[in-house]
Structures are given as C-alpha cells and as structure tokens.
C-alpha cells in the first residue's frame, strides 16, 4: 500500500495570507491525486482532483500542482472559512490511501 | 443531488456486531459502485470496503476481512455493512461514499454522506 506523508502537521496563517501545505506519496502516483477539506462534524469535501483539478463549485483561491510523488496544495489570500483539515488522497494503485491530514488554523 | 444517509451505529460491546445502512438517491443506483470509508475520533480516513454496481467485485480492508460484509440492494437503493466481531480499533464514523464508475477502482470520491458513528466499548 502507497503510504502518503502530509506536512506539517499544523499550521497557523493570518486572514489574506497564502497557505502552502505539502503530500508526499512513498512511491509514484503519477497525477492520480485528490485533496479534500473538512471542518468540524463534517464529511469530507473534494476540493482538488487530478492533482491539480478544481472540482465543481471550489474557489480559484485553492489550486493544487505536483506530480510523481510530491504535491502540494495553496489556499491565496485565506478566509476564516478555510479553517480546517486537509487530506489528500492517491488512488493510483489499489487501495487508494490517505495522508494523515494537516489542520489549517486562521491566526 | 446525489444524497446519502447513514444509519445504524451506535454504542457496541467488544465482539458484538452492527449493520449499517445507507440510504442513496438522487442518482442510478445500479450504475455506481459503492465505498465505506471510516475515521477514528481524530484520525485520519481509512477506506474499508467497496462494491460494484452489480455486486459481482467486492473488496475489504485487510484490517476487517472476515469480519465485515458489505452489501447492496438496488431495487432499494440501499447499501449495507454487517460487522461482526467488533473491537475497540473499529470504533469511527463510518462514511457511506459513492463511487464515480460501475466498476471498483481506485479512485477519488465526490459523494459522502454525513456519516453514522460506531463506538466499540465495553
């Protein structure tokens, strides 16, 4: 099974600033990759696919580049609804697995 | 809109036994296959098992093989996991998630319902 390491753990930004959180696969997933978002008591949302695909309805602010093993996904210019946990997921090779995830605070 | 609802969890003692169910609409539900997906009380999502749309390829987990069943029923647009032989690492919130192709592969996913939570406890 493909192990997928997010970094960092945490991490702490101020309204309007951009965020940079990273993914990185243990072996190539090519550009099979996909990022959800998910706040408190909720489901996950898809907000990326395709490693850099937005899906339907996601802001421009959330873009999504990498490929191989390295990814990374950027929120411009943060508002306070982006407060949440980050996972990515490759679904390259059989069964698709999940990073750990990597919780956005909004300073 | 695609909508999927959960049902079924609940408080369960170690090596007791749970059926979820979910309700699907909004969509053909033959023409899908069909995923749970759980996460741990703050952890991480872990797949668990998937269906085809016509139940002919079905899939688990390794940490739950032999001990789940995953099920559907299209005439009533309904999926189902039996667990049996629960253990307190099985506790989560058990996601009902739908697949984007008739066949099982790996793949992202669009559709999650909002989830139903089992709690192994004794």
């Known amino acids: 099974e493909i192990v997928m390491t997010q970094s960092p753990a945490t991490l702490s930004v101020s309204p309007g600033e951009r965020a940079t959180l990273s993914c990185r696969a243990s072996?190539?997933?090519?550009?099979?990759l996909a990022w959800y978002q998910q706040t408190p008591g909720q489901a996950p949302r898809l907000l990326i696919y395709?490693?850099?695909a937005r899906a339907t309805g996601i802001p421009a602010r959330f873009s999504g580049s990498g490929s191989g093993t390295e990814f990374t996904l950027t929120i411009s210019s943060l508002q306070s609804e982006d407060s949440a946990v980050y996972y990515c997921?490759?679904?390259?090779?059989?069964?698709?697995?999940f990073g750990q995830g990597t919780k956005l605070e909004i300073k | 809109d695609v909508q999927l609802v959960e049902s079924g969890g609940g408080l369960v003692k170690p090596g007791g036994s749970l059926r979820l169910s979910c309700a699907a609409s909004?969509?053909?539900?033959?023409?899908?296959?069909m995923n749970w997906v759980r996460q741990a009380p703050g952890k991480g999502l872990e797949w668990v098992s998937s269906?085809?749309?016509?139940?002919?390829?079905?899939y688990y987990a390794d940490s739950v093989k032999g001990r789940f069943t995953i099920s559907r029923d299209n005439a009533k647009n309904s999926l189902c996991l039996q667990m049996n032989s629960l253990r307190a690492e099985d506790t989560a919130v058990y996601y009902c998630?739908?697949?984007?192709?008739?066949?099982?592969?790996?793949?992202?996913?669009?559709?999650w319902g909002q989830g139903t939570l089992v709690t192994v406890s004794s």
């Open positions: 998630v739908r697949g984007d192709n008739n066949w099982v592969v790996a793949e992202y996913f669009q559709h």
């Open positions: 072996q190539s997933v090519t550009s099979n």
């Open positions: 269906i085809s749309g016509s139940s002919n390829y079905i």
């Open positions: 395709g490693a850099s």
């Open positions: 909004g969509f053909t539900f033959s023409s899908y296959s």
């Open positions: 997921q490759q679904y390259n090779n059989w069964p698709s697995s």
